[in-house]
């Protein structure tokens, strides 16, 4: 089962990969490699939101 303190360090290391990852194309945010990161970030930030939204601990 996932929690948030695994959801959390999940979305950090996303967000380095994003960071790294659009540096390395030029911040080119059209590039598959960023599109893909920042959709992966943006399910496990909306699963978070979702969660708090209903009041849940455990994700």
């Not at 990969?17 to 194309?25: M, S, V």
Request: no cysteine; proline share 2%; charged share 20%.
């Amino acid at each position: 089962m996932l929690t948030q303190a695994n959801v959390d360090e999940e979305i950090l290391m996303l967000k380095e990969q994003l960071e790294q990852t659009a540096a390395k194309h030029n911040f080119n945010f059209q590039h598959p490699d960023v599109i893909s990161l920042s959709q992966q970030l943006d399910k496990l930030i909306t699963l978070v939101m979702r969660n708090k939204w209903h009041g849940q601990v455990n994700i």
